[in-house]
Protein backbone atom coordinates (compact mmCIF):
# COMPACT_ATOMS: atom_id res chain seq x y z
CA UNK A 1 0.00 0.00 0.00
CA UNK A 2 1.37 3.23 -0.85
CA UNK A 3 1.83 6.45 1.67
CA UNK A 4 -0.69 8.26 -0.22
CA UNK A 5 -3.41 5.30 -0.11
CA UNK A 6 -2.57 4.75 3.36
CA UNK A 7 -3.14 8.11 4.27
CA UNK A 8 -6.31 8.29 2.42
CA UNK A 9 -7.69 5.47 4.11
CA UNK A 10 -6.69 6.73 7.50
CA UNK A 11 -8.70 9.96 6.74
CA UNK A 12 -12.10 7.71 5.97
CA UNK A 13 -11.90 5.69 9.16
CA UNK A 14 -11.66 8.80 11.11
CA UNK A 15 -14.45 10.20 8.86
CA UNK A 16 -16.86 7.15 9.97
CA UNK A 17 -16.17 7.32 14.02
CA UNK A 18 -17.92 11.17 13.71
CA UNK A 19 -21.29 9.87 11.73
CA UNK A 20 -23.34 12.92 10.32
CA UNK A 21 -25.65 14.69 12.78
CA UNK A 22 -23.03 13.51 15.59
CA UNK A 23 -22.49 17.12 16.42
CA UNK A 24 -23.25 20.53 15.69
CA UNK A 25 -19.54 21.38 15.14
CA UNK A 26 -18.98 21.97 11.82
CA UNK A 27 -15.77 20.10 10.98
CA UNK A 28 -14.29 18.00 13.48
CA UNK A 29 -10.09 18.08 13.40
CA UNK A 30 -9.74 14.83 12.08
CA UNK A 31 -12.85 14.66 9.76
CA UNK A 32 -12.31 14.17 5.99
CA UNK A 33 -16.03 15.22 5.30
CA UNK A 34 -17.55 18.76 6.44
CA UNK A 35 -20.92 17.74 6.88
CA UNK A 36 -22.73 20.58 4.99
CA UNK A 37 -25.47 18.76 3.24
CA UNK A 38 -28.03 18.16 5.64
CA UNK A 39 -31.44 18.91 5.05
CA UNK A 40 -32.80 22.70 5.13
CA UNK A 41 -35.43 24.74 3.98
CA UNK A 42 -34.54 26.41 0.88
CA UNK A 43 -32.58 30.05 1.65
CA UNK A 44 -33.35 32.97 -0.49
CA UNK A 45 -32.49 33.58 -3.99
CA UNK A 46 -29.48 35.97 -4.41
CA UNK A 47 -30.52 39.55 -5.10
CA UNK A 48 -27.10 41.29 -6.07
CA UNK A 49 -26.45 44.39 -7.50
CA UNK A 50 -24.52 42.94 -10.47
CA UNK A 51 -23.23 46.69 -10.97
CA UNK A 52 -22.24 47.14 -7.38
CA UNK A 53 -20.41 44.08 -6.50
CA UNK A 54 -18.64 44.97 -10.09
CA UNK A 55 -17.82 48.28 -8.91
CA UNK A 56 -16.23 46.98 -5.35
CA UNK A 57 -14.49 44.03 -6.63
CA UNK A 58 -12.33 46.21 -9.25
CA UNK A 59 -12.11 49.42 -7.42
CA UNK A 60 -13.01 49.16 -3.82
CA UNK A 61 -11.75 46.05 -2.20
CA UNK A 62 -8.03 46.96 -4.14
CA UNK A 63 -7.69 50.44 -3.15
CA UNK A 64 -9.03 49.07 1.07
CA UNK A 65 -6.52 46.49 1.02
CA UNK A 66 -3.67 48.36 -0.44
CA UNK A 67 -4.46 51.13 2.04
CA UNK A 68 -5.27 48.70 4.95
CA UNK A 69 -2.08 49.31 7.33
CA UNK A 70 -3.05 47.25 9.77
CA UNK A 71 -2.93 44.16 6.74
CA UNK A 72 0.11 45.19 5.83
CA UNK A 73 1.69 45.14 9.56
CA UNK A 74 0.25 42.04 9.97
CA UNK A 75 1.60 40.47 6.53
CA UNK A 76 5.26 42.35 7.91
CA UNK A 77 5.20 40.61 10.98
CA UNK A 78 4.41 37.13 8.97
CA UNK A 79 7.98 37.92 6.89
CA UNK A 80 9.64 38.29 10.11
CA UNK A 81 8.85 35.48 11.32
CA UNK A 82 5.99 36.17 13.20
CA UNK A 83 4.05 32.61 13.44
CA UNK A 84 0.90 34.09 15.40
CA UNK A 85 0.45 37.09 12.54
CA UNK A 86 0.63 33.79 10.10
CA UNK A 87 -2.41 31.98 12.16
CA UNK A 88 -4.60 34.73 11.67
CA UNK A 89 -4.52 34.84 8.01
CA UNK A 90 -5.06 30.61 7.19
CA UNK A 91 -7.86 28.77 6.05
CA UNK A 92 -10.86 27.82 7.86
CA UNK A 93 -11.79 24.54 6.78
CA UNK A 94 -8.25 22.92 6.92
CA UNK A 95 -8.44 19.51 8.92
CA UNK A 96 -5.63 18.05 11.11
CA UNK A 97 -3.60 16.84 8.36
CA UNK A 98 -3.59 19.79 6.37
CA UNK A 99 -6.29 18.97 3.52
CA UNK A 100 -9.57 20.39 2.64
CA UNK A 101 -12.49 17.80 3.67
CA UNK A 102 -15.07 16.60 1.16
CA UNK A 103 -17.85 18.67 1.32
CA UNK A 104 -20.66 20.48 -0.83
CA UNK A 105 -18.19 22.51 -2.23
CA UNK A 106 -15.13 20.46 -3.08
CA UNK A 107 -14.31 16.43 -3.40
CA UNK A 108 -11.14 15.78 -3.48
CA UNK A 109 -9.94 13.32 -6.07
CA UNK A 110 -6.83 13.27 -8.37
CA UNK A 111 -4.07 14.38 -5.51
CA UNK A 112 -5.60 11.73 -3.11
CA UNK A 113 -6.21 8.91 -5.51
CA UNK A 114 -5.61 9.21 -9.64
CA UNK A 115 -8.29 9.55 -11.97
CA UNK A 116 -7.89 7.01 -14.56
CA UNK A 117 -6.84 8.40 -18.06
CA UNK A 118 -10.07 6.49 -19.38
CA UNK A 119 -11.76 8.33 -17.77
CA UNK A 120 -10.22 11.66 -18.33
CA UNK A 121 -10.79 10.91 -22.29
CA UNK A 122 -14.54 11.21 -21.78
CA UNK A 123 -14.53 14.52 -19.32
CA UNK A 124 -15.46 14.66 -16.03
CA UNK A 125 -19.33 12.84 -15.56
CA UNK A 126 -20.39 11.13 -18.56
CA UNK A 127 -20.87 10.69 -22.43
CA UNK A 128 -24.46 12.40 -22.43
CA UNK A 129 -25.34 14.38 -25.50
CA UNK A 130 -28.55 16.26 -26.83
CA UNK A 131 -30.39 13.75 -28.43
CA UNK A 132 -31.56 15.64 -31.77
CA UNK A 133 -33.72 16.89 -33.13
CA UNK A 134 -33.60 19.83 -31.07
CA UNK A 135 -36.44 22.17 -30.33
CA UNK A 136 -35.59 25.60 -29.45
CA UNK A 137 -37.54 26.79 -26.20
CA UNK A 138 -36.05 29.90 -25.19
CA UNK A 139 -33.79 32.80 -26.06
CA UNK A 140 -30.17 33.64 -23.88
CA UNK A 141 -30.84 36.87 -22.77
CA UNK A 142 -27.52 36.94 -21.18
CA UNK A 143 -23.78 36.18 -21.15
CA UNK A 144 -21.34 37.29 -24.15
CA UNK A 145 -21.48 34.44 -26.26
CA UNK A 146 -24.72 33.86 -28.95
CA UNK A 147 -27.12 31.26 -28.07
CA UNK A 148 -30.01 29.53 -27.01
CA UNK A 149 -31.83 27.52 -24.81
CA UNK A 150 -33.22 23.93 -26.40
CA UNK A 151 -35.09 20.26 -25.68
CA UNK A 152 -33.59 17.48 -26.89
CA UNK A 153 -35.26 14.77 -28.39
CA UNK A 154 -35.34 12.73 -24.84
CA UNK A 155 -36.98 15.59 -22.96
CA UNK A 156 -33.97 17.55 -21.60
CA UNK A 157 -32.95 21.21 -21.17
CA UNK A 158 -29.76 22.11 -22.14
CA UNK A 159 -28.37 25.55 -23.27
CA UNK A 160 -26.29 26.03 -26.35
CA UNK A 161 -24.03 28.27 -26.44
CA UNK A 162 -22.25 28.94 -29.72
CA UNK A 163 -18.46 29.03 -30.45
CA UNK A 164 -17.82 32.60 -32.20
CA UNK A 165 -17.63 33.07 -36.01
CA UNK A 166 -14.05 32.13 -37.12
CA UNK A 167 -13.36 30.45 -33.92
CA UNK A 168 -14.68 26.92 -34.23
CA UNK A 169 -13.87 24.80 -31.03
CA UNK A 170 -12.18 27.55 -29.28
CA UNK A 171 -14.50 28.53 -26.16
CA UNK A 172 -15.94 25.03 -26.52
CA UNK A 173 -12.42 23.24 -26.82
CA UNK A 174 -11.36 25.12 -24.02
CA UNK A 175 -14.12 24.64 -21.78
CA UNK A 176 -14.16 21.21 -21.98
CA UNK A 177 -10.59 20.82 -21.18
CA UNK A 178 -11.02 22.99 -18.25
CA UNK A 179 -14.07 21.59 -16.67
CA UNK A 180 -12.65 18.52 -16.97
CA UNK A 181 -9.28 19.67 -14.94
CA UNK A 182 -11.38 21.52 -12.54
CA UNK A 183 -13.38 18.47 -11.97
CA UNK A 184 -10.42 16.04 -11.65
CA UNK A 185 -9.24 18.63 -9.00
CA UNK A 186 -12.51 18.65 -6.75
CA UNK A 187 -14.41 21.03 -7.89
CA UNK A 188 -18.60 20.88 -9.29
CA UNK A 189 -19.09 21.56 -12.54
CA UNK A 190 -22.12 21.04 -14.60
CA UNK A 191 -22.25 18.70 -17.68
CA UNK A 192 -21.06 20.21 -20.83
CA UNK A 193 -20.51 18.82 -24.20
CA UNK A 194 -18.74 20.08 -27.12
CA UNK A 195 -21.39 19.60 -30.01
CA UNK A 196 -22.06 19.99 -33.54
CA UNK A 197 -25.25 20.55 -35.10
CA UNK A 198 -27.08 21.77 -38.59
CA UNK A 199 -30.04 24.33 -39.27
CA UNK A 200 -32.43 21.70 -39.80
CA UNK A 201 -32.00 19.70 -36.23
CA UNK A 202 -34.02 23.08 -34.84
CA UNK A 203 -37.08 23.29 -34.93
CA UNK A 204 -38.21 26.57 -33.12
CA UNK A 205 -41.54 25.63 -29.76
CA UNK A 206 -44.66 26.46 -31.13
CA UNK A 207 -45.15 28.58 -27.71
CA UNK A 208 -41.86 30.82 -28.20
CA UNK A 209 -43.34 34.46 -29.00
CA UNK A 210 -40.71 36.46 -28.24
CA UNK A 211 -37.85 34.22 -30.45
CA UNK A 212 -38.82 34.35 -34.68
CA UNK A 213 -37.11 32.10 -37.35
CA UNK A 214 -35.23 35.43 -38.61
CA UNK A 215 -33.61 36.21 -34.60
CA UNK A 216 -32.78 32.28 -34.64
CA UNK A 217 -31.12 32.60 -37.74
CA UNK A 218 -29.58 35.86 -36.50
CA UNK A 219 -28.01 34.08 -33.77
CA UNK A 220 -26.65 31.10 -36.09
CA UNK A 221 -24.75 34.36 -38.09
CA UNK A 222 -22.28 34.93 -35.15
CA UNK A 223 -21.56 31.29 -34.95
CA UNK A 224 -18.40 29.30 -35.76
CA UNK A 225 -18.77 26.78 -38.59
CA UNK A 226 -16.58 24.29 -39.90
CA UNK A 227 -15.68 23.61 -43.21
CA UNK A 228 -18.55 21.33 -43.93
CA UNK A 229 -21.23 23.77 -42.74
CA UNK A 230 -21.85 22.47 -38.99
CA UNK A 231 -22.01 24.88 -36.29
CA UNK A 232 -19.85 24.66 -33.13
CA UNK A 233 -21.22 24.97 -29.87
CA UNK A 234 -21.36 23.81 -26.26
CA UNK A 235 -23.87 22.06 -24.54
CA UNK A 236 -24.61 22.86 -21.04
CA UNK A 237 -27.30 20.27 -19.24
CA UNK A 238 -29.56 22.69 -17.51
CA UNK A 239 -28.24 22.22 -13.38
CA UNK A 240 -30.94 19.69 -11.29
CA UNK A 241 -32.36 21.91 -8.65
CA UNK A 242 -33.42 25.82 -7.60
CA UNK A 243 -30.83 28.38 -8.73
CA UNK A 244 -30.13 30.51 -5.94
CA UNK A 245 -27.95 32.52 -8.02
CA UNK A 246 -24.36 33.58 -7.58
CA UNK A 247 -22.17 32.08 -4.78
CA UNK A 248 -21.70 35.21 -2.28
CA UNK A 249 -18.32 35.75 -2.79
CA UNK A 250 -17.30 37.64 0.10
CA UNK A 251 -19.40 36.43 3.55
CA UNK A 252 -22.08 33.53 3.69
CA UNK A 253 -25.70 32.83 1.74
CA UNK A 254 -28.08 34.14 4.18
CA UNK A 255 -30.25 31.33 5.47
CA UNK A 256 -27.85 28.65 4.52
CA UNK A 257 -27.42 26.66 7.72
CA UNK A 258 -24.57 24.16 6.42
CA UNK A 259 -22.71 27.05 5.26
CA UNK A 260 -20.01 27.29 8.20
CA UNK A 261 -17.65 29.34 6.74
CA UNK A 262 -16.96 32.80 5.01
CA UNK A 263 -16.59 32.18 1.74
CA UNK A 264 -12.93 34.09 1.51
CA UNK A 265 -11.59 31.96 4.17
CA UNK A 266 -12.49 28.49 2.35
CA UNK A 267 -9.05 26.88 1.17
CA UNK A 268 -10.74 25.67 -2.07
CA UNK A 269 -11.37 28.89 -2.95
CA UNK A 270 -8.08 30.35 -1.98
CA UNK A 271 -5.94 27.36 -3.58
CA UNK A 272 -8.17 27.97 -6.73
CA UNK A 273 -6.38 30.70 -7.82
CA UNK A 274 -3.09 28.20 -8.33
CA UNK A 275 -5.56 25.72 -10.66
CA UNK A 276 -6.91 28.91 -12.72
CA UNK A 277 -3.39 30.13 -12.98
CA UNK A 278 -2.07 26.66 -14.25
CA UNK A 279 -5.36 26.50 -17.20
CA UNK A 280 -5.58 30.60 -17.94
CA UNK A 281 -8.66 30.90 -16.20
CA UNK A 282 -8.88 34.67 -15.86
CA UNK A 283 -12.80 35.33 -16.07
CA UNK A 284 -13.41 34.19 -12.51
CA UNK A 285 -15.98 36.97 -11.90
CA UNK A 286 -19.10 35.99 -9.32
CA UNK A 287 -21.65 35.26 -12.33
CA UNK A 288 -19.29 32.45 -12.70
CA UNK A 289 -19.89 30.83 -9.44
CA UNK A 290 -23.65 29.55 -9.27
CA UNK A 291 -25.24 27.97 -6.22
CA UNK A 292 -27.86 25.11 -6.74
CA UNK A 293 -30.61 24.31 -3.65
CA UNK A 294 -30.62 20.33 -4.44
CA UNK A 295 -34.43 19.67 -2.71
CA UNK A 296 -35.63 16.37 -1.49
CA UNK A 297 -39.70 14.95 -1.74
CA UNK A 298 -40.00 16.39 1.69
CA UNK A 299 -39.02 19.90 0.62
CA UNK A 300 -35.99 20.09 2.24
CA UNK A 301 -32.19 19.83 0.85
CA UNK A 302 -28.99 21.61 0.58
CA UNK A 303 -27.13 23.92 -1.49
CA UNK A 304 -24.62 22.62 -4.24
CA UNK A 305 -21.60 24.86 -5.09
CA UNK A 306 -20.63 25.15 -9.01
CA UNK A 307 -17.86 26.88 -11.76
CA UNK A 308 -19.78 27.72 -13.71
CA UNK A 309 -18.56 28.99 -16.87
CA UNK A 310 -14.93 27.79 -17.51
CA UNK A 311 -14.63 28.49 -20.96
CA UNK A 312 -12.45 31.55 -20.75
CA UNK A 313 -9.34 30.02 -20.10
CA UNK A 314 -6.40 29.09 -21.77
CA UNK A 315 -6.30 31.45 -25.09
CA UNK A 316 -10.17 31.56 -25.64
CA UNK A 317 -13.57 34.48 -24.42
CA UNK A 318 -16.67 33.51 -25.45
CA UNK A 319 -16.49 35.34 -28.44
CA UNK A 320 -13.21 35.19 -30.03
CA UNK A 321 -9.34 34.64 -28.71
CA UNK A 322 -8.73 36.64 -25.86
CA UNK A 323 -7.17 39.92 -25.51
CA UNK A 324 -3.49 39.46 -25.12
CA UNK A 325 -3.56 41.48 -21.51
CA UNK A 326 -5.59 38.74 -19.65
CA UNK A 327 -4.06 36.61 -17.27
CA UNK A 328 -1.70 39.20 -16.67
CA UNK A 329 -3.43 42.21 -15.32
CA UNK A 330 -6.52 42.50 -13.74
CA UNK A 331 -9.69 45.12 -15.31
CA UNK A 332 -8.25 47.69 -12.98
CA UNK A 333 -4.46 46.92 -11.79
CA UNK A 334 -3.56 49.40 -9.98
CA UNK A 335 0.26 48.53 -9.61
CA UNK A 336 0.46 48.60 -13.28
CA UNK A 337 -1.20 51.64 -13.51
CA UNK A 338 1.61 53.01 -10.82
CA UNK A 339 4.15 51.35 -12.50
CA UNK A 340 3.19 53.26 -15.99
CA UNK A 341 2.94 56.46 -14.26
CA UNK A 342 6.03 56.76 -12.32
CA UNK A 343 8.14 55.55 -15.63
CA UNK A 344 5.99 57.70 -18.07
CA UNK A 345 4.91 54.56 -19.87
CA UNK A 346 8.46 53.41 -20.54
CA UNK A 347 7.96 50.22 -19.07
CA UNK A 348 7.32 46.80 -20.66
CA UNK A 349 4.30 44.30 -20.00
CA UNK A 350 4.85 40.92 -19.18
CA UNK A 351 1.61 40.36 -21.64
CA UNK A 352 3.61 42.47 -24.75
CA UNK A 353 6.64 40.32 -24.06
CA UNK A 354 5.00 37.33 -24.18
CA UNK A 355 4.40 34.91 -27.79
CA UNK A 356 0.87 34.39 -26.90
CA UNK A 357 0.01 33.96 -30.46
CA UNK A 358 -0.62 30.26 -31.54
CA UNK A 359 -1.60 30.75 -35.01
CA UNK A 360 -4.44 28.06 -34.09
CA UNK A 361 -7.89 29.48 -34.42
CA UNK A 362 -9.03 26.80 -31.79
CA UNK A 363 -6.31 27.93 -29.12
CA UNK A 364 -6.35 31.49 -29.49
CA UNK A 365 -3.59 33.73 -27.51
CA UNK A 366 -1.59 31.29 -24.88
CA UNK A 367 1.72 30.17 -23.77
CA UNK A 368 4.10 29.06 -20.90
CA UNK A 369 7.24 31.30 -21.44
CA UNK A 370 6.40 34.38 -19.47
CA UNK A 371 3.98 32.90 -17.44
CA UNK A 372 4.69 33.40 -13.44
CA UNK A 373 2.65 31.40 -10.99
CA UNK A 374 2.60 34.18 -8.53
CA UNK A 375 1.88 37.33 -11.40
CA UNK A 376 -1.74 35.72 -13.28
CA UNK A 377 -4.12 38.01 -12.82
CA UNK A 378 -7.91 37.04 -12.99
CA UNK A 379 -9.51 39.69 -14.34
CA UNK A 380 -11.79 40.42 -11.56
CA UNK A 381 -9.81 38.82 -8.68
CA UNK A 382 -12.16 36.64 -6.49
CA UNK A 383 -11.57 37.83 -2.29
CA UNK A 384 -10.41 33.98 -1.97
CA UNK A 385 -7.34 34.86 -4.17
CA UNK A 386 -6.39 38.26 -2.40
CA UNK A 387 -6.81 36.61 0.87
CA UNK A 388 -4.70 32.96 0.14
CA UNK A 389 -1.39 32.41 2.08
CA UNK A 390 1.42 30.58 1.25
CA UNK A 391 0.04 26.94 2.76
CA UNK A 392 -3.18 27.53 0.33
CA UNK A 393 -1.02 27.74 -2.42
CA UNK A 394 1.12 24.90 -1.30
CA UNK A 395 -2.23 22.85 -1.25
CA UNK A 396 -3.33 23.91 -5.15
CA UNK A 397 0.07 23.45 -6.14
CA UNK A 398 0.03 20.14 -5.04
CA UNK A 399 -3.29 19.49 -7.11
CA UNK A 400 -1.56 20.64 -10.04
CA UNK A 401 1.50 18.48 -9.24
CA UNK A 402 -1.00 15.28 -9.23
CA UNK A 403 -1.00 15.29 -12.70
CA UNK A 404 0.47 13.57 -14.96
CA UNK A 405 1.45 13.89 -18.94
CA UNK A 406 -0.35 11.37 -19.80
CA UNK A 407 -3.44 12.53 -17.31
CA UNK A 408 -3.01 15.94 -19.25
CA UNK A 409 -2.83 14.47 -22.88
CA UNK A 410 -6.45 12.41 -21.90
CA UNK A 411 -7.66 16.00 -20.44
CA UNK A 412 -6.84 18.06 -23.78
CA UNK A 413 -8.14 14.72 -25.84
CA UNK A 414 -11.61 15.11 -24.53
CA UNK A 415 -12.51 18.00 -26.37
CA UNK A 416 -11.78 16.31 -29.82
CA UNK A 417 -9.66 18.86 -31.46
CA UNK A 418 -10.46 18.58 -35.14
CA UNK A 419 -7.13 20.98 -35.25
CA UNK A 420 -4.20 18.20 -35.52
CA UNK A 421 -1.83 21.40 -34.20
CA UNK A 422 -3.87 22.15 -31.61
CA UNK A 423 -3.36 19.32 -28.99
CA UNK A 424 0.12 18.55 -28.84
CA UNK A 425 0.61 22.82 -28.51
CA UNK A 426 -1.59 22.75 -25.31
CA UNK A 427 -0.39 19.56 -23.83
CA UNK A 428 2.99 21.20 -23.76
CA UNK A 429 2.56 24.39 -22.52
CA UNK A 430 0.06 22.53 -19.44
CA UNK A 431 2.74 20.42 -18.93
CA UNK A 432 5.54 23.52 -18.83
CA UNK A 433 3.36 25.77 -16.67
CA UNK A 434 2.59 22.97 -14.36
CA UNK A 435 6.01 22.27 -14.18
CA UNK A 436 6.52 26.30 -13.19
CA UNK A 437 4.01 25.94 -10.84
CA UNK A 438 5.76 23.35 -8.56
CA UNK A 439 8.90 24.95 -8.46
CA UNK A 440 7.92 28.08 -7.60
CA UNK A 441 5.44 26.54 -4.52
CA UNK A 442 7.61 24.09 -3.82
CA UNK A 443 10.43 26.70 -3.54
CA UNK A 444 8.76 28.04 -0.68
CA UNK A 445 6.46 25.47 1.24
CA UNK A 446 8.93 21.87 1.39
CA UNK A 447 6.56 19.33 -0.86
CA UNK A 448 6.97 16.76 1.90
CA UNK A 449 3.29 15.29 2.26
CA UNK A 450 1.63 12.23 2.99
CA UNK A 451 2.80 11.10 5.95
CA UNK A 452 2.04 7.64 6.95
CA UNK A 453 2.86 5.69 10.64
CA UNK A 454 2.59 1.81 10.69
CA UNK A 455 3.87 1.94 14.09
CA UNK A 456 7.53 1.73 13.89
CA UNK A 457 7.98 3.76 10.37
CA UNK A 458 7.12 7.11 9.54
CA UNK A 459 6.84 7.25 5.93
CA UNK A 460 6.04 10.16 3.20
CA UNK A 461 6.96 11.54 -0.06
CA UNK A 462 8.43 14.21 -1.56
CA UNK A 463 6.59 15.67 -4.51
CA UNK A 464 8.96 17.59 -6.18
CA UNK A 465 10.81 14.50 -6.61
CA UNK A 466 8.10 12.26 -7.40
CA UNK A 467 7.19 15.00 -10.26
CA UNK A 468 10.93 14.34 -11.61
CA UNK A 469 11.58 17.93 -10.65
CA UNK A 470 14.35 16.98 -8.21
CA UNK A 471 16.86 14.39 -7.86
CA UNK A 472 16.26 12.04 -4.63
CA UNK A 473 17.61 14.44 -1.77
CA UNK A 474 18.39 14.42 2.41
CA UNK A 475 15.99 15.75 4.50
CA UNK A 476 16.83 17.51 8.27
CA UNK A 477 14.35 16.51 10.83
CA UNK A 478 13.57 18.68 14.40
CA UNK A 479 12.44 16.74 17.16
CA UNK A 480 10.76 18.71 19.68
CA UNK A 481 10.54 18.85 22.78
CA UNK A 482 14.48 18.21 22.90
CA UNK A 483 16.00 20.27 20.25
CA UNK A 484 17.29 17.17 18.44
CA UNK A 485 18.33 17.02 14.47
CA UNK A 486 18.51 14.15 12.23
CA UNK A 487 19.64 13.78 8.93
CA UNK A 488 17.09 10.96 6.39
CA UNK A 489 18.78 9.75 3.25
CA UNK A 490 14.95 8.50 2.13
CA UNK A 491 11.43 9.67 3.33
CA UNK A 492 11.26 7.10 5.75
CA UNK A 493 12.48 7.42 9.86
CA UNK A 494 12.43 5.09 12.07
CA UNK A 495 10.07 5.65 15.44
CA UNK A 496 12.72 4.43 17.67
CA UNK A 497 15.28 7.27 17.04
CA UNK A 498 12.27 9.02 18.99
CA UNK A 499 13.00 7.83 22.38
CA UNK A 500 10.75 6.74 24.95
CA UNK A 501 10.40 9.82 26.86
CA UNK A 502 7.41 11.79 25.57
CA UNK A 503 4.52 10.55 24.18
CA UNK A 504 3.87 12.86 21.60
CA UNK A 505 6.29 14.64 19.68
CA UNK A 506 6.97 17.50 17.00
CA UNK A 507 8.60 17.11 13.79
CA UNK A 508 9.79 19.43 11.66
CA UNK A 509 11.02 18.10 7.83
CA UNK A 510 13.09 20.64 6.00
CA UNK A 511 14.78 19.80 2.23
CA UNK A 512 18.51 19.91 2.88
CA UNK A 513 19.89 23.13 1.30
CA UNK A 514 16.32 24.73 0.80
CA UNK A 515 14.92 27.39 2.24
CA UNK A 516 11.54 26.35 2.03
CA UNK A 517 9.22 26.31 5.04
CA UNK A 518 9.33 23.01 6.66
CA UNK A 519 6.81 21.18 7.05
CA UNK A 520 5.50 19.70 10.53
CA UNK A 521 3.83 16.79 11.82
CA UNK A 522 2.49 15.85 14.93
CA UNK A 523 2.90 12.22 16.25
CA UNK A 524 1.48 10.58 19.44
CA UNK A 525 2.41 7.22 20.77
CA UNK A 526 -0.80 4.80 21.29
CA UNK A 527 -1.21 1.13 22.66
CA UNK A 528 -0.44 0.31 18.29
CA UNK A 529 2.56 2.28 18.08
CA UNK A 530 2.62 6.23 16.67
CA UNK A 531 0.38 7.70 14.73
CA UNK A 532 0.38 11.11 13.00
CA UNK A 533 -2.46 13.10 14.85
CA UNK A 534 -1.34 16.94 12.71
CA UNK A 535 0.55 17.88 9.78
CA UNK A 536 1.27 21.43 8.71
CA UNK A 537 3.29 23.07 5.88
CA UNK A 538 5.25 26.38 6.31
Partial sequence: MTPARAFFLVGICLTLSHPAGASTVPILDSTWVDHDTRPIPKPPDSKENDYGRFFHEIFVEPISQALDVPDKAIALAGALGSREARRTREASNVNAFDEVPNSSWFTNRNHLRAIPVRELEQGPDSTTMPAKPWTVDRAKRSGASPGFRIRDAAGRNWLIKLDWKGYPGLSSGADMVARTLLHASGYNVPHNEPVRFRREDLTLDPKLRDFTPADLDGVLGNGARTADGAYVA?????????????????????????????????????????????????????????????????????????????????????????????????????????????????VEEPWRRARQETGVPSLGRFESDEFHPRHFAAEVPHPGFRAMTERDAYWGAKIVASFSDAQIRAAVDAAHCE????????????????????????????????????????????????????????????????????????????????????????????????????????????????????VRHG
Fill in 234 to 346: TASLILPGHVLGETIPDGRRPGDRNDWYEHPNRRELRGLYVICSWIGYWDTKDANFIDVFDSTDAGQGHVKHYILDAGSSFGATANAEKPAVKGYEAIADFEWMARRLVTLGF
Fill in 419 to 534: DPRAPEFLVRNLIERRDKICRYWFGRTAPLDFFCSDGSTLCFRDLAVDRGLESPRRYDVEISPGGRHLRLQTGELPLQELGSGSDRVSLAFSVEGSRAAPARVELTRTEQGWVVTR
